[in-house]
């Protein structure tokens, strides 16, 4: 049985919400009155701000492509929720990273998870090309997919550089958000 996009979408839009809410909730006032005391606190920030970009670029690109769906299947939304399920697994991650200021074991289960939800993102994007057929407007938007190709090299190689320099594989995931980014027409080039 097939169901309207938009409930899918209205769904997504209210869990990311959600995530978005516990991770800036997990940003502590500082007890004191000075610029100092805020120091402590710049690793969580930037775990956060980090964070807040990668559920930005997957709001973004998400919207995107339910755009093309036409509608949603019953495999289209247990690969959405499979998705939603990764992404809720980012406060977690971003908290334990920002609080052990971006030791080894927390870079590596960021990266984990950022990997997942990136594994989580392509298998929806298939299943709805495989529910458009041969001539699927988002299989011809997505092209070669390049970004999609690269990002989980990167991740695989920064969870893995993770155990000796938690630093670069840090810089790695910024990389791969920098990438994701830049603004990317392909959809708005098949749809207007």
Request: proline share 5%; aromatic share 14%.
């Amino acid at each position: 049985m097939k169901m309207g996009k938009n409930r899918l979408e209205a769904f997504s839009d209210g869990v990311l919400a959600i995530i978005i809410t516990i991770m800036v909730l997990e940003l502590k006032v500082p007890h004191g009155d000075c610029w100092d005391d805020l120091l402590p606190l710049l690793p969580v920030f930037l775990s956060y701000v980090l964070s807040f970009v990668y559920l930005a670029i997957y709001w973004n690109n998400h919207h995107h492509m339910i755009h093309l769906c036409q509608r949603a299947n019953g495999s289209i939304l247990w690969a959405n929720l499979h998705l939603l399920f990764w992404l809720s697994l980012i406060p977690f991650t971003t908290g334990w990273m920002g609080e052990n200021h971006f030791s080894a074991a927390p870079c590596l289960l960021y990266g984990l998870v950022l990997f997942f939800a990136g594994a989580a993102y392509w298998l929806l994007q298939h299943t709805i090309i495989k529910s458009q057929g041969a001539d699927s407007v988002l299989k011809h938007a997505v092209g070669s997919d390049w970004k999609g190709r690269l990002s989980p090299i990167l991740y695989l190689v920064a969870i893995g550089v993770s155990f000796y320099w938690p630093a670069v594989s840090l810089g790695m995931y910024v990389l791969v958000a920098l990438i994701w980014i830049i603004p990317d027409p392909r959809i708005e080039r098949v749809t207007c």
